[in-house]
């Protein structure tokens, strides 16, 4: 029972945290992501710093914002070369993740 109760707490915390890589794109960069293409785009600039394994970098090349896990999208939003007018929202996105995985996990 305690797995599908943190099954569902980082499912959740993948849906929130690809919706704040893609507003953060979206502000950053004023427009929407756009797959591959963008991955490209992201890979030569912000993404210069991440340390990165064979399988997230395949991931991120493909561009699909929906098939990265938890690990991957922690790395990219908090190690990319972003503005730093953007890390507060991340920030409080993360905390959230926290929180609700803590009280996920302690019911």
């Known amino acids: 029972m305690e797995w599908v109760?943190?099954?569902a707490g980082l499912d959740l915390g993948c849906i929130l945290l690809q919706g704040v890589f893609?507003?953060?794109?979206?502000r950053?960069?004023?427009a929407e992501w756009q797959g591959a293409a963008s991955a490209t785009e992201f890979i030569k600039q912000e993404g210069r710093r991440c340390?990165?394994?064979n399988l997230q970098k395949g991931l991120l090349k493909a561009g699909k914002?929906?098939?990265?896990?938890?690990?991957?999208?922690?790395?990219?939003l908090l190690d990319a070369d972003w503005p730093p007018a953007t890390?507060?929202?991340?920030?409080?996105?993360l905390l959230f993740?926290?929180?609700?995985?803590?009280s996920t996990s302690s019911r």
């Open 65 to 76: 914002v929906e098939a990265w896990d938890v690990t991957l999208l922690c790395n990219l």
């Open 97 to 102: 993740l926290f929180l609700s995985l803590h």
């Open 28 to 30: 950053f960069k004023g």
């Open 51 to 53: 340390k990165l394994m």
């Open 5 to 7: 109760k943190l099954k």
């Open 22 to 26: 893609k507003a953060r794109w979206l």
């Open 87 to 93: 890390d507060t929202q991340t920030r409080i996105y």
